[in-house]
């Protein structure tokens, strides 16, 4: 089943793009709830698989070790804006490891914080390692290397058995052999996994949720990085970042994660309504992640009634302004679920 | 008809995104000759009407009656990088018809040029209304209005005559009633047209072959704009930006002229191939200009033998690096052009 339409971009009275794409809704045994495009659509988890790639670092007490607090264990979940208070915490991170910023193996990029990139290019300076929003997922994958006892030069490398174990950790969690994973290169230089869309909701559902088959140390390591996002949402984004604002709205109720491209995946926690939770996966098939994707996003957490129906108005709707910061538009969510 | 995929976003061996799109190529004559998804489908002309917007100006007289040059001729037309070599001919505009930065309406944004945003901030200063990508279509609209004895103060509302003879002149060109194009406010606040993709082709195929039913005035309009686009393709968009790119890659045989939201229109100027030349309208239906539109318009131009085969292959396929700089992947064009 191809693609279907999930947001429309209008200008004056007439729509002027269009954003297609693909979702699913699951419980946490797994069962499809609610589906649009097709869910065995094959894309890459980008960083919406953070939480699966410091798994076995925090199961295997590598966390532990180094004495990580809650917030370095949200950092490494994270793809963060760069401001201080997440450059803070990669460099304690790294500090507490006994790793410099300069092994680090993720580039830079200015931060997704305005901000933070107006300040350092107005102070002269230049971004560095800890700034990739990615920072605190490599300053683990670094701890993780040393903590059993692997080269940390080439921790990011997919034949590195800091690598092997994240990719055994993904297969287990997606219910997939290893071998029918896809291996790309990140935008961070860490391997990253292709899978379908709804094996990226299987993992959602299992971290939420873990089954039985898992051991007790990992259903651990799930519960302290479920804990540890919710307790630490400025830290998954940033301000104003999409997952920030969603955990923000529904406090303690759901983990939100981005991915690039257009991912985006979300884990709500058991409570009354989702007595096993709920695990979505979207993707925005031409990889817009600013305006589609936190228009779906927002209008899906409303129809599941995990957002009360005023919740985030200012952002599903989102509002198109010219450079004179007058509404001229607006990007509006077009949502037919298919509920099973 | 649907949209079809005119692109292809890959990494490692893995598709991860995929653009839709509409094109259509037609000669001189709007004869046909290329098309792929729905050529009738309405989205917005963006700036890519820029030449029809400074048109009534200068087959008026206006140009002549200020001095205008032939660089501001081409900035008229331009969605500039805001550049020193852009803003210096912006205030040129401005002063020769006695107006003043701030008589602008089109808002202000930071250059789509990174260094000249890297110098602004770094500088501690912060962007003027000469930065902004419109602001020589915007002189040449306040010139306009001060030529026909019109408010200058308001000459972006859609009731002003400035606003009204451009619709005219977009409708003539069109070959479409005034009534039937919906009018919007485009991201520099001036009012911009809503049409079927065919009928901005039709717009750039009477702009390089204007018919007999055109006006001499109008006819060397055409003639003279289309000579400073040629002439100076930097001012059009700036360094490392689209339509400089390719004007400078087929010097003296195209107009290229792109328009937000994922829009290209290209005018293939008569040549021995082409006698009566070709008129391209291109959409990328989720508004991607950054990957999508360039690989769809470089492949496309080749495939018409516009440009040699080896031409601009950096550009499309297009390599995805990651934050350390290496190509991780590579947007790959999609062109199955059904030829009539």
Redesign the interface.
Same mark, same amino acid.
């Given at each position: 089943m191809k693609s279907e339409v999930l947001a429309q971009?209008i200008?004056?009275?007439? !729509? /002027?793009?269009? %954003? =297609?794409g693909h979702l699913v809704v699951m419980d946490g045994d797994k069962n499809v709830v609610a589906a649009v495009g097709d869910p065995d659509t094959?894309?890459?988890f980008r960083s919406a698989c953070k939480a699966f790639q410091a798994l076995p670092f925090i199961a295997g007490g590598g966390a532990d070790h180094f004495g990580f607090s809650e917030d370095e264990i949200a950092l490494a979940c994270a793809s963060h804006s760069g401001e201080p208070m997440h450059t803070r915490v990669a460099q304690s991170m790294l500090s507490k490891a006994g790793f410099a910023e300069s092994d680090l193996?993720?580039?830079? %990029?200015l931060p997704f914080n305005e901000k933070e990139t107006?300040r350092i290019?107005?102070a002269?300076e230049r971004p560095t390692q800890l700034h990739?929003n990615c920072s605190g997922k490599h300053a683990a994958m670094l701890a993780s290397a040393k903590y059993i006892g692997a080269d940390p030069a080439s921790y990011d490398s997919i034949t590195h058995p800091v690598q092997q174990e994240i990719l055994k950790t993904v297969a287990a969690f997606a219910e997939m052999p290893v071998d029918s994973i896809?291996?790309? !290169?990140?935008?961070?230089?860490a391997p990253?996994f292709?899978m379908p869309l709804s094996n990226m909701a299987i993992c959602f559902a299992n971290l939420i949720a873990p089954q039985k088959a898992f051991d007790e140390r990992i259903r651990q390591a799930c519960i302290s990085m479920i804990s540890a996002m919710v307790k630490f949402p400025e830290l998954i984004g940033g301000t104003e970042r999409l997952d920030t604002i969603l955990m923000t709205a529904a406090p303690g109720k759901i983990i939100s994660k981005v991915g690039a491209?257009?991912v985006w995946l979300c884990g709500v926690l058991p409570d009354d309504r989702y007595p096993r939770g709920l695990a979505i996966a979207l993707k925005i /098939?031409?990889?817009?992640d600013k305006r589609?994707r936190p228009v779906v996003a927002v209008e899906l957490l409303r129809e599941l009634g995990v957002l009360p129906t005023d919740a985030l108005t200012d952002i599903s709707p989102m509002p198109i302004r010219?450079? =004179?910061?007058?509404i !001229?538009?607006k990007v509006n969510p077009q949502l037919r679920l298919n509920r099973r």
């Open positions: 971009v200008r004056g009275e007439t !729509v /002027e793009s269009i %954003h =297609r094959v894309t890459y193996r993720c580039g830079t %990029h107006e290019l107005a002269g990739n896809a291996i790309g !290169v990140d935008g961070c230089a990253n292709a491209d257009g /098939e031409d990889g817009d589609a010219n450079r =004179r910061g007058d !001229v538009g």
